[in-house]
């Protein structure tokens, strides 16, 4: 069976979004105070040519008994020098600032110039938000903050640091052009987006689609994860295209689940929702594309239009994915209605491979490794392999049919000879007239992936493979064709992006949890944190037979409790007594959710979902409780990868 994994990825996290909108928000309402205080301040302002003075202006600079002619001895008692007093020429008063309005006046210039440093670095804080969103978030904060810190020092009104009217108004004028070509802006990007593109995938497949259809046309969709979407916001578009897998017994992908729940409890869609769905499936499964259709169904009883049939998409299924895009294009106004989904795959050239577990030949499994020129990838990243039937039983087939298997083909865009062409195809045996024709009819194996093992500053890519075979013995395709690999065999691969098991931006202490080849990522990534100087707590649980067989990867787990880059090591020898792993987790909860709720640490998991990641979610649930472990998963700090 392909390793597919299972992961929920947010293009843009939901509590991040609220956040930005909550803080659009406070901005723009900074932005009609300030300009509110300004014209307030504006009209303290006398239109006659003007001197200002303090009080201990006029006794500095100015005749003191001509001031003090101008005044009664009243008016004087009146005024103290914390007071701002405006005179014109003549020393009569034209305006003052009382002592409230002026302690007001310096308030919200200290208020102001700290909005500016709070706006700064929550503005960082959201540097991975979407362009428009940073830029909307500058343009109303720079103006607000120049509304605000500026209306006193820019008009004179503070008497030691004012500039002159004049350099204020430039000024001011400057922030106002910003802030409207930001506004302009803004406003002609949002409204190009006249159609939501949203996925919800485990392993990265949905999301890589709908970011090459993103890539055609940037203008048109507005890309998001549906995790980070609530039904309300679908009536915002005039179109909304899903494109959605399948997982499990035909659930939704994790991240779909807070979704799928609150549309579930909408009991009509308010606005007018025109949608199209693209389900990613897998024919060997029971409930095949399965979350794609309930999805479908769901949206029509809320009342939202289908403006296409749901298309199924068996395994990547390329044509499938072409005709959904034709499909759409008339709904979009799109004329190109052909998309590129091609393929940039790389021949890797294999090093090694080791069967590491001789005595278990039932459960073989290799660790494989090739030579990395130039492919660049992130710890916990995915190898995706163009499986190939076996080249000797493929040309024997040929001959019988009178084919010659060197003769030169094209298939899929690439000079070949006919029994390459074959081994990477769906050719059960049949006939055709030539060479040519015969591979114009196949359709290419679809890819199958695993988790690298090694980490970007190794020379070699390294993935963890166990041989396959299916209740009737029949060998798996992919595996097998991997554990045979002989050194310096060629195989077709790309790197795979794994968003969502990646080693976050901020450095934490880790849980990683892991049973069989699911321990493979799990290296990788504590191999990316090695090469971090700063060590912080990182604890591994492994789930495996026994120790004497099957403790993978037992020089590199050593070497890293060695140099303290991995802290804590909990196996479970299943057959040695140890127990499963969930055994393992329970004796530890209580420090588990102090890693969790305390320190803010992160959890791995990886491995097969039944039996393994089933009742490792189930415990974590328990340990965590549910509301908490749902809640880890949407803010990412629980990452899952099963298969
Ligand atoms: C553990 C697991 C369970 C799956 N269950 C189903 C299923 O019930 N029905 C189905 O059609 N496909 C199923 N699939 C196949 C996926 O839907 C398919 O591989 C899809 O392309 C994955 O898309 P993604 O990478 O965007 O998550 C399953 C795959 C895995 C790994």
């Not at 938000?129 to 720079?142: I, M, P, V, W, Y």
């Not at 963890?464 to 060998?475: A, M, Q, W």
């Not at 097969?608 to 949407?634: A, M, N, P, T």
Request: proline letters at 3%; aromatic letters at 10%; charged letters at 20%.
């Amino acid at each position: 069976m392909s390793q597919l994994v299972k992961y929920g990825k947010n293009l843009i996290n939901s509590q991040h979004a609220n956040l930005s909108y909550l803080l659009n928000l406070f901005i723009k309402l900074l932005f009609l105070l300030g300009f509110v205080l300004w014209a307030w301040m504006f009209s303290l302002n006398s239109s006659h040519t003007q001197t200002r003075f303090s009080i201990e202006g006029v006794t500095q600079h100015s005749n003191g008994e001509k001031v003090f002619d101008s005044f009664t001895i009243k008016q004087l008692e009146f005024f103290d020098e914390t007071r701002l007093i405006v005179l014109n020429q003549e020393f009569e008063i034209i305006n003052y600032l009382s002592s409230i309005q002026l302690a007001i006046a310096h308030l919200l210039e200290q208020i102001g110039l700290l909005f500016c440093a709070v706006i700064v670095v929550i503005s960082l804080l959201l540097w991975h938000q979407k362009k428009q969103h940073k830029l909307s978030l500058f343009a109303f904060g720079f103006v607000a903050c120049a509304l605000f810190s500026g209306c006193f020092t820019l008009f004179n009104l503070d008497v030691n640091n004012g500039l002159s009217l004049y350099a204020s108004i430039g000024i001011l004028i400057v922030c106002f052009v910003f802030y409207a070509c930001c506004y302009s802006l803004l406003n002609a990007r949002s409204q190009t987006a006249s159609t939501l593109l949203a996925f919800a995938s485990q392993s990265g497949t949905a999301m890589s689609i709908a970011e090459r259809f993103h890539k055609q046309l940037p203008n048109t969709f507005d890309l998001r994860c549906l995790s980070s979407l609530t039904p309300d916001c679908l009536g915002q578009y005039r179109q909304v295209l899903l494109i959605a897998s399948t997982y499990g017994e035909g659930a939704p992908p994790e991240t779909a689940v807070t979704f799928l729940n609150k549309m579930k409890k909408t009991q009509t869609l308010t606005s007018k929702v025109n949608f199209s769905i693209l389900a990613l499936g897998d024919r060997t499964y029971q409930h095949f594309c399965a979350f794609g259709h309930q999805l479908a169904h769901l949206l029509s009883s809320k009342g939202a239009k289908q403006i296409t049939d749901v298309i199924e998409v068996d395994r990547g299924d390329k044509d499938a994915i072409g005709h959904w895009w034709q499909q759409i294009s008339h709904f979009i106004g799109n004329e190109q209605s052909t998309v590129s989904l091609s393929d940039n795959y790389h021949r890797l050239n294999t090093r090694s491979n080791t069967l590491v577990n001789p005595k278990k030949p039932k459960r073989a499994a290799h660790r494989i490794t090739f030579k990395n020129e130039g492919l660049t990838y992130q710890a916990g990243d995915l190898l995706e392999v163009i499986p190939k039937y076996d080249a000797i039983k493929c040309q024997q087939m040929l001959r019988e049919k009178g084919f010659d298997c060197q003769q030169q083909v094209i298939f899929q865009n690439t000079e070949m000879p006919l029994f390459e062409a074959v081994r990477q195809s769906n050719w059960l045996g049949e006939n055709a007239t030539s060479a040519q024709q015969l591979v114009d009819v196949l359709k290419p194996l679809p890819p199958r992936v695993y988790s690298i093992a090694s980490a970007p500053h190794e020379s070699n890519i390294e993935i963890f493979v166990r041989r396959h075979f299916d209740d009737l013995g029949k060998p798996g395709l992919a595996s097998n064709y991997l554990c045979d690999l002989s050194e310096n065999e060629l195989i077709s691969a790309r790197i795979k992006h794994h968003a969502n098991f990646n080693l976050p931006k901020r450095h934490c202490p880790t849980i990683l949890i892991g049973a069989g080849t699911g321990i493979a990522p799990l290296i990788s990534l504590l191999k990316g944190m090695s090469v971090n100087e700063q060590r912080l707590p990182a604890w591994l649980f492994f789930g495996e037979q026994s120790k004497s067989t099957d403790f993978y990867f037992k020089d590199e787990i050593n070497a890293m409790l060695s140099d303290k880059s991995l802290t804590h090591f909990t196996p479970a020898w299943s057959r040695d007594g140890g127990g499963y792993i969930t055994e393992q987790l329970e004796l530890h909860a209580s420090s588990i959710k102090k890693w969790m709720l305390d320190d803010n640490a992160m959890i791995y998991l990886c491995g097969k979902q039944k039996g393994f990641g089933d009742s490792v979610i189930s415990c974590l649930k328990s340990i965590l409780e549910e509301r908490v472990y749902q809640s880890l998963i949407e803010a990412k700090c629980i990452r899952v990868d099963l298969y």
